[in-house]
């Protein structure tokens, strides 16, 4: 028997459908960590998380642990966590500074630059052992833009900025909010779980088509809190009034709106306060002398989710979030998410971007608990796969030109990739 | 009541009442037991100690926020909590850790038991801080922090309940 394919991708007969096995069989999750994952460009941390030399934090990317850090020299650096002896992870804390990454078993040493600089009883090593030959394993290509720091353990994949493709723009939007061009992630990390397939949190991170309906409690909340919660009318700046939807290449893809839920940079609501509308002209006005009247007008007044394929999402609306996501098993994925301010930011400031936040993001937030019911409601429909084999995904498929953000076009986008690697080598 | 006559048992007989009225979802008689003031926060779990005016919390509620959650929870469209979970909760080790003339430090352990449709035992154990102030109606809430164990949320998924 032949296997169905993934997805049936046939816009002239206004056909996309999605095979229902992508998000529900674990043999697809064994074939995407190698075809996916160890293929790709995958976020490893922002360069704010390790300021200093000797700053690092442990994460696990692709799998694998790593030490995201800052070597002696002052540059970012990523180690496999992994002793070159037998393999123990060489730091064990979440995140700090260190002279040394020392593995306890038995007692080698590394210093910030991944240099073994102690075996203990190295005498006993028959001649030709050379400490040199065992420094920390770093990933195959290590790279960034703008202050976000991504990995690949495919040595031949084309470089991060022609990788990124549109997405930079994007992310361009997100650093220009520093006067400094600098971002921060705040402390503070929200990790939690979905029982649901990693790749559903891709489509809802910008399926603009579930609000009204998933999130009418947070819509009554913002209209109780007196905010405008319909998009202005005829107001055409770079987007049609109720904003567009796209691909950006290689997979990522972005809806990209004029905002109306408010934005600490630098749209006031209601919810922040009268006493806050000086400070967010200020900041406005920081934005139109540096950027122009037009491109603060882009950075201040649009609002957008950015998925970069394949999982690391970039809302940039009621405050900046940097999400990534890994699959623990074919249905259920762990989300960790941290909040991105600008470095010189005021204490006010900040602490009303961190509020907007909690409004909707995380896992104790106003709406995204509804999401994750909304992605385990869909993972456990997905058990019937085998009986309806299709998922619909035509929305805005008839148009020419721009589609909405309601529009599907930019969950079209990520499949096609998706589908394209998973089929490489096929 | 003064404050000097309240004593630790008094406090208990107020969290155990609290936690029956949360545990059968009576919202609203709840939110009675908060100062107008109140505050409700959940602190991310790698930073229990911040201040949510400089760290990304999970839950930082004022009082205005509070009356919307309960809001929110109270509609059937709060599709997180509907079907709503059971929840059980178990408080212990409750001390008085400080006190002024209007208002008490309480520290106390918890344990949540927390049911929802066909989903695992999802099981929360931390520490509730509480601020509780000395009123004529009795001692009200003026601060509930919770500090959660687990390194990670982890398999705990959303905290979509007054936890
Ligand atoms: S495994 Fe690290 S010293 Fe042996
Ligand atoms: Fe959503």
Known sequence: MTESPFIIDQPEDMVFRLNRRTLADPEILTREQTAIFDKSWIYCGHESEVSKPGDFCTR???????????????????????????????????????????????????????????????????????????????????????????????????????????????????????????????????????????????????????????HKTWLDYMKDSGVQVEPPKGQGLLLPSKGIGKGLGNGHAVIDNINFRGRPVARWISIYGEDAKEEIDEIRAE???????????????????????????????????????????????????????????????????????LTFYGPGGFATPDDVEALEAVQAGLATWRETEWSEMTRGLNKEGEQLNTDEEHLRAFWREWNALMTADA | MSDKDITRIDVEDFLYEEAALLDEWRLDEWLELLTDDAIYQIPSTDAPDSDARNALFLIADDATRIKARVKRLNDTEAHAESPRSRTRRMIGNVRI?????????????????????NSPLRHFVGRYEYRLRVTEKGLRIAERRIILDPTELGTLGAISFIL
């Open chain 1, 287 to 357: 934005l139109v002398e540096r950027l122009g009247d037009e491109r603060a007008a882009r950075v201040a007044d649009t609002n957008r989710n950015l998925v970069i394929f394949p999982n690391l999402v970039i809302n940039d609306g009621s405050s900046v979030t940097i999400r990534t996501f890994w699959p623990v098993a074919a249905d259920h994925m762990k989300v960790t998410a941290w909040a991105l301010g600008t470095k010189e930011e005021s204490e006010r400031a900040r602490a009303r971007r961190l509020d907007s936040f």
């Open chain 2, 97 to 117: 850790t400080g006190r002024n003339r209007t208002e008490l430090e309480v520290s106390a352990n918890f344990s949540v038991y927390r049911y929802r449709r």
């Open chain 1, 60 to 214: 696990t990317v692709c799998g694998r642990p790593v030490i995201f850090s800052r070597d002696s020299a002052g540059d970012v650096r990523v180690f496999l966590n992994a002793c070159r002896h037998r393999a123990a992870m060489v730091c064990r804390e979440p995140c700090g500074n260190t002279r040394r990454y020392n593995c306890f078993y038995h007692g080698w040493s590394y210093n910030q630059d991944g240099e073994l600089v102690g075996v203990p009883g190295e005498e006993s090593y028959p001649p030709g052992f050379d400490k040199a030959n065992f420094s920390l394993a770093e990933p195959p290509r290590v790279d960034s833009y703008r202050g976000f720091w991504f990995i690949s353990f495919n040595p031949d994949i084309t470089n991060l900025k022609e990788y990124l493709a549109g997405a930079t723009e994007y992310i361009d939007l997100v650093a220009d909010q520093s006067p400094s061009g600098q971002m921060e992630v705040i402390q503070g990390t929200q990790e939690y779980d979905i029982r649901a397939n990693w790749k559903l949190l891709v489509e809802n991170s910008f399926d603009d088509y579930h609000l009204l309906t998933t």
